[in-house]
Nanobody, 124 residues
Framework: QVRLVESGGGPVQAGGSLRLSCAAS????????MGWFRQVPGSERQFVAT????????NYADFVKGRFTISRDNAKNTVYLQMDALKPEDTAVYYC?????????????????WGQGTQVTVSS
């Protein structure tokens, strides 16, 4: 059974930083790309960042480029999202997901396992 568990969310002031972690189990973590998405109530879940199975290739949504960094440690079966220069509009539930292939993707439909989410709240 594949399990993804996010941690590291919480309240933070605008301009601050948080690092989200996602611990994976139940499949060979290093064989699959990983991604981070976020969702606010009443809106669709939106792509934030993705990383290939080796970690050599990354891609970001335009609204986080230069502020967020995705990384992974295959030895620890963990993917990270370093979030800097946070803005109030970054407030959302953040989800990590495991892709169906080794290439990173921004397509929600190409992820088959999801974590339960972690709340990030940025105050002004």
């Amino acid at each position: 059974q594949v399990r993804l568990v996010e941690s590291g969310g919480g309240p933070v002031q605008a301009g601050g930083s948080l690092r989200l972690s996602c611990a994976a189990s139940g499949r060979t973590f290093s064989n699959y790309a990983m991604g981070w998405f976020r969702q606010v109530p009443g809106s669709e879940r939106q792509f934030v960042a993705t990383i290939s199975w080796t970690g050599r290739s990354t891609n970001y949504a335009d609204f986080v480029k230069g502020r967020f960094t995705i990384s992974r440690d295959n030895a620890k079966n963990t993917v990270y999202l370093q979030m800097d220069a946070l803005k109030p509009e970054d407030t959302a539930v953040y989800y990590c997901a495991s892709a169906t292939s080794y290439s990173g993707t921004n397509s929600r439909e190409l992820y088959d396992y999801w974590g339960q989410g972690t709340q990030v709240t940025v105050s002004s």
